[in-house]
């Protein structure tokens, strides 16, 4: 069974679908609007697979109609199973759900009339047994979304804040262009140059020959740690600011030698700071 299971709940315009974006980042399978009578099964599913699933999320509400009245079964019904779940509750204040639905324009889930107030007292009513069993409950009305992230991460990120950026570290060739989705491009064609090495020319920076050249030269040690102190500075405050990905791009000339060699390096000093890192090398083996 999965290792954690939040099911999100709450009232229309809580802010339901922002939190359960939010999961997503942090790494939860998530699903929106899912028929309470279906979790168990899809609990079931999602040990199964061999994707390693351990945390999801689901947004269950009144979206779902009589479906949704099934939900209190439905929860027995995972205790009898022993399937772990919490139940996070989301609300806000009948003058900020009105005025949120006024600059939406959306309709309310229970807007057979156009009383948006009364429908926001009736749903009130319908999730006060579910409200009851809340095991956290967040009331929206003041806060703006990167707090409720903030919340969110403190419940439930259990990998700390590292583990909602997921860092990206490629090595790339200044001649077939920089990519066109990275955060921060470094250069570092003033580095010595394998290339004009014959017996190293055909090889990579994946090669020891080639990376031991590299960082033989005290200009790449004074300057790695340079740039990791940069790059361990600025990571904390991407995550303040609500980042959740980050691409560091790495250049040399032909993207083959110097900037992969670098590129794994930072990547490893990155991983053993309990990053999630990945390190890709986007012009190995091009020619031309």
Partial sequence: MPAHMVIVTGLSGAGKSQA???????????????????????AELCAQTDRGINNIALVVDIRGGEFFQALSEVLEQLEQCDIAYEILFLEASDEVLV??????RRRHPLGTHGEVLRNIRE??????????????????????????????????????????????????GFKYGIPLDSDLVIDVRFLPNPYYDPAMRPLSGNDPVVRD???NSPVTTKFMNKFTDLVEFLIPCYIDEGKTTLMIAIGCTGGMHRSVALANHLGE?????????TVSHRDIGRVG
Avoid: W
Wanted: with cysteine.
């Fill in 213 to 215: 050249f590299v960082f």
């Fill in 20 to 42: 359960l974006r939010c999961l997503e980042d942090m790494g939860y399978f998530c699903v929106d609007n899912l028929p309470p009578t279906l979790i168990p099964k899809f």
């Fill in 99 to 104: 005025r949120r639905y006024k600059e939406s």
């Fill in 123 to 172: 749903e009130r009513v319908l999730l006060e047994e579910i409200r009851g069993r809340a095991d956290k409950i967040i009331d929206t009305s003041n806060l703006k979304p990167q707090q409720l992230k903030g919340k969110l991460v403190d419940l439930f990120g259990s990998d700390g804040a590292s583990y909602q950026l997921l860092i990206t570290v490629i090595s790339f």
């Fill in 269 to 277: 000093i990155l991983r053993g700071k309990e990053y999630r890192v």
